[in-house]
């Protein structure tokens, strides 16, 4: 069984930061990458930013890109998202993803979700 528990999330008003983390943890024998998305209330789950295991290449959504920055501790099998310059617009669940190798096959694996929430 493979567990991804996010911490981080919180209220913070338009233009202040946060920094989510997602540990990963469990019955797995490689990553190869972690990513977050986020669901606003009434919109689909979206893609946020992502960033590969071994080469630390990152892809970030148009929406995030030059605000957010995505990082990774290779040895805490830990991905982290700074948010800068945060927006109402950014208000959201945010959900930790990670594509890994458990025994006999390769998946996915989704966090429970950390609250985000941009207001005055």
């Known amino acids: 069984q493979v567990q991804l528990v996010e911490s981080g999330g919180g209220l913070v008003q338009p233009g202040g930061s946060l920094r989510l983390s997602c540990a990963a943890s469990?019955?797995?024998?490689?990553?190869?990458?972690m990513a977050w998305f986020r669901q606003a209330p009434g919109k689909e789950r979206e893609f946020v930013a992502a960033?590969?295991?071994?080469?630390?290449?990152?892809n970030y959504a148009d929406s995030v890109k030059g605000r957010f920055t995505i990082s990774r501790d290779n040895a805490k099998n830990t991905v982290y998202l700074q948010m800068n310059s945060l927006k109402p617009e950014d208000t959201a669940v945010y959900y930790c993803?990670?594509?890994?190798?458990?025994?006999?096959?390769?998946?996915?694996?989704w966090g429970q979700g950390t609250q985000v929430t941009v207001s005055s």
């Open positions: 469990g019955s797995f024998f490689r990553l190869y990458t």
């Open positions: 993803n990670a594509d890994l190798q458990r025994v006999g096959k390769r998946g996915d694996a």
């Open positions: 960033i590969t295991w071994s080469g630390g290449n990152t």
